[in-house]
């Protein structure tokens, strides 16, 4: 009962305030991957000895990446309405007729071609202006991250965003989208804190140089 009430609320709001729906449920989504990335770094990465030094979760660091779904949760909508109108699964006019299969890999791929790279470059740069970083360093980290975190995206997404075209309604692929994301921002997380900790380490080097 409260998840079909969950849902009633959901659908509400989407059809009074869709983008704003959209830009807080996407927020929320990619902060909870965060705080699952932050913990599970503490799990894995650290060794016996550092275990025993106190941890303190990173609140900023959550905070960015709930500015960063916010900000995209209404662009990823208007994205998919684009799909929608230009992309139909079924011929015009039909609501139930058969999906097609060709058009349904041609929505796929215009996801994957199109948005992804413009999402994953947004991701990129838009982590390293709030995270105070320079145009040379967030310039190193295109150069680091773009292109792995783009073959990875590649690997992951065209099955999901599949089912997601393919079953679920409108005003709900971007929820799906952003739950399936909590392990992708979990991806993201992790790869971003790597980049913080070779930048940060290669900038320490360089002033005890200086």
Known sequence: MTSVALARVYQQSFESHPYTTL????????????VVAQFTQRVVEQGPEERRKEWRYDIPRTLRFF???????????????????????????????????????????????????????????????????????????YKDLYKPALMANWQVWPLAQLINFRFMPLPYRVPFQSTCGVFWTLYLSLLNAKEDEIQDHDRDTQHVVK
Request: overall charge positive.
């Open 23 to 34: 830009a807080f449920t996407n927020g929320a989504l990619n902060a909870l991957g965060d």
């Open 67 to 141: 500015a960063f779904g916010f900000g995209m949760g209404p662009l990823i909508g208007r994205w998919n309405f684009f799909l929608e109108r230009h992309f139909p699964l079924r011929s015009l006019g039909s609501k139930t007729g058969k999906v097609s299969v060709r058009a349904l890999a041609r929505r796929v791929g215009a996801d994957q071609l199109f948005m992804a790279p413009i999402g994953l470059g947004i991701f990129i740069g838009s982590m390293g202006i709030m995270e105070g970083r320079d145009a040379e360093h967030i310039k190193q980290r």
